[in-house]
């Protein structure tokens, strides 16, 4: 008995070992991000592992000098209206691939999970040249502007998908019940089913976001001026301009990094609900 | 059938329309263009019909050639290395009680953290620089610094220096991947392993517990357990992971294009990346478009092929 006891407990130490490695593999990159980041640059290029004094100045500097007030503003900005066209009509779209059985429903939703497979740099050449062509034949402007950055995005195959699934489960029940009512159904929509569907569109909203804040090829072909350029743009550039400024690097890093982080905590439990539950077969 | 009312189908339409619209516009005619495009000269605007030409040239172009190599490299150092070590680590957070939700939490972090912020950290940690944490801790196991993403030879070719072999033949260069794409790999893999594992967890919570306790009974071994029941179970989820993990390599862009220097640009630029500096730098719509279209047939191709050859051995109970 004792032996066996003492094998779980070596057992433990071993599972709670490796993850604890693991844990810090996973962690390590941040650490050293937030410590470079209240650096010198003569203490990021020496062998120093803990800043002397917190220099508060690298995100003042980086904030003022860098632009990155403006980038961060513009990348908010596109990602609230990317998060909401994708939320609003992703809903829209679901709705009748889960409810309505019209004719031609299947091609539909095929054409619509194709799109996931196209890599995002065959459709690039193209539609900048069909923006470009927009944005001559247009009366608002599309380069440099807003809809360049957002209307192509306002729609995602793996948001209908997702909330396409979740709306099949939603009882029959519910839907003739209403109908009794007199409900039709944009109120069945509005009333029943939205409230119902918080965990996969706050998920959906997640990836939009993330998805939103990490483009770069995109951004940097359709802004050539700093008006619309997204904090994506800003820190390639400014890696690729100033060189060895690792402490202004990592201080706009960080500051790229806290709003998806913030937005991931506040709903860290609904996120991970909604991602197991598209790893799950269908 | 029932026949469906007109009043309904005009409300699915509309309900449909926007989506639809955005879809089909930048989503699906982009592929039609694309066709258009590559057969045509075309600058910054459209030239001459040139019919193939652009095929022709790209079927003898390196650039494309590499863009393949580099692209497979880079799915064979990812995929099988991302599903083992998440399995693994999917399995252990399982069987334990406390700090479960803490685990997941730090797993997911580099899933979620912005690309492009991640991989301005990963620049300095595998810079030449022997201050970089990735040289401190190299030469801490008592090796030499190394140059890392700066670095176009072969993770071979330098292990076969260390060991004292000054020359060696050329190929341990082209069929080996450099030491910057490793370092890409790393830091593809200490993004998606927590994905991983979050999904992985979820399908090993839907195993009824009776199994391992029938099994259990029966005397197999934990190992035994693992390889009849854990494994069979969760090949769904593995292989939906792995579909997701083959196109993300052909998607890769923003990491390696951070993460690209000067001196190792041709080992680590996928096929994304080459198409991208076609249209970016040297404005060649025309041939880019003729690029991407062969991205698209390689990827409708290897996706029909896994769905054929993986996906019949996928076990989905019956």
Redesign the interface.
Known sequence: MATERQSSRGKRWLTYGGLGLCGVAAGLPFVWMLLASFMTEGETLRRVLLPEQVQWANYVLAWKEADFGLYFKNSLIIAVMQVGGTLLFSLMAAYPLARIPFRGREVVFVVILGTMMVPEMVTTGPNFLLINWLNRHSPIPWLNNWPALTIPFMASAFAIFLLRQFLRGIPGELWEAARMDGAGHLRFLLQIALPLCRAPLLTVGMFTFIGSWNSLAWPMLVTNTPEWRPISVGLQQFVSEAGAEVHLQMAGAVVSTLPVLLVYFLIQKEFTEGISLSGLKA | MKK?PLR??A???G??S???L??L???????A??LY?SLHRWRIKQEAFIGVDHYVRALSDPGLFNGFKVTLFYALGTIPAEMV?ST??AC??F??LR?KGF????????Y???????A??????FSP?P?S?AN?FWVFWGFENQRWLYENKSAVALGLKALGFSTYPAWVDTFFPSLALVSVILYNI?VY???DT??????LS?IPRQYYEAAEIDGASPWQSFCQITLPLIS??LF??ATVAI?GT??A??HI??LRTPGARDTTDV??VV??DQ??QNHN?GY??AL??I??IA??VL?LVQNRVLGRRVF?GD
Do not use: D, M
């Open positions: 469906i309904e189908q409300i699915a339409w309900f449909l926007p989506a639809l955005v879809l516009v930048f989503g699906i005619w982009p592929i263009y694309a495009i070590l693994g680590l252990l957070l069987n334990i700090g685990f997941r939490v730090l797993y997911f972090l580099p979620i953290t912005p690309v492009i912020a991640s301005v950290v990963f620049r300095t940690l620089h201050s944490l401190r200490w392993v927590g994905y979050v999904i992985l967890l979820a399908g839907a769904p989820t939906f992971l196109i052909f998607k862009f923003n294009y951070i096929l994304s198409i991208f249209i970016f719509s880019a478009a991407a279209f991205l698209f990827i409708l996706t989905y």
